[in-house]
T-cell receptor, first 115, second 115 residues
Framework: DTGVSQDPRHKITKRGQNVTFRCDPISEHNRLYWYRQTLGQGPEFLTYFQNEAQLEKSRLLSDRFSAERPKGSFSTLEIQRTEQGDSAMYLC?????????????FGPGTRLTVT | AQSVAQPEDQVNVAEGNPLTVKCTYSVSGNPYLFWYVQYPNRGLQFLLKYITGDNLVKGSYGFEAEFNKSQTSFHLKKPSALVSDSALYFCAVRGRRDNTGKLIFGQGTTLQVKP
């Protein structure tokens, strides 16, 4: 396994700008998750894909947020009209097909700072 | 609602001494339970999980955890702490009825092992 990768690792943007993050899961993993982690808190679930289908979205995922996984491989998370409250670490994780109870493998995260 | 509590923000242990990081959970039905560790500027790394069976689970790097259903706890333990164990530890839970596999995390406990 080459591990879960995320790009970019750091992003600084001005309020109101749009940003897009990319996640490449472990190749044979069909489940992909996005989480958000703020300072001093544990990760919070944002959304989940099984293959290319987005099957669940958290109420944390406002209409400014959109996620895609067009071919069931990599995923993107876009935030439109960023706000200072969006500043956080965005984590991507993937798991195997039996991964309803399997462990998730996390990427290094993308740290977003909105100024 | 599902939730996880880690009652200690920080645990301090001398190298060579046993360590315990506490976790209690609230979930309907029987849970799946996980421990992850996070080092600075790195993603979460899986340590161990409880799915079913033996209440004492052994994981990576000499860590183990004990599932206690009556106390709804899943404390992380290690017989002899190393300075390199110093990191941020997260307990996570998911309900068996949740087919998405999304994890609910505690707020994290910083473990500081002093030489």
């Amino acid at each position: 396994d080459t591990g879960v990768s995320q790009d970019p690792r750091h992003k600084i943007t001005k309020r109101g700008q749009n940003v897009t993050f990319r996640c490449d899961p472990i190749s044979e993993h069909n489940r992909l998750y996005w989480y958000r982690q703020t300072l001093g808190q544990g990760p919070e679930f944002l959304t989940y894909f099984q293959n290319e289908a987005q099957l669940e979205k958290s109420r944390l995922l406002s209409d400014r947020f959109s996620a895609e996984r067009p071919k069931g491989s990599f995923s993107t998370l876009e935030i439109q009209r960023t706000e200072q409250g969006d500043s956080a670490m965005y984590l991507c994780a993937s798991s195997r097909p039996q991964g309803a109870y399997g462990e998730q493998y996390f990427g290094p995260g993308t740290r977003l700072t909105v100024t | 609602a599902q939730s996880v509590a880690q009652p200690e923000d920080q645990v301090n242990v001398a190298e060579g001494n046993p360590l315990t990081v506490k976790c209690t959970y609230s979930v309907s039905g029987n849970p799946y339970l996980f421990w992850y560790v996070q080092y600075p500027n790195r993603g979460l790394q899986f340590l161990l999980k409880y799915i079913t069976g033996d209440n004492l689970v052994k994981g990576s790097y000499g860590f183990e955890a004990e599932f206690n259903k009556s106390q709804t706890s899943f404390h992380l333990k290690k017989p002899s702490a190393l300075v390199s164990d110093s990191a941020l530890y997260f307990c996570a839970v998911r309900g068996r009825r949740d087919n998405t596999g999304k994890l609910i995390f505690g707020q994290g406990t910083t473990l500081q092992v002093k030489p």
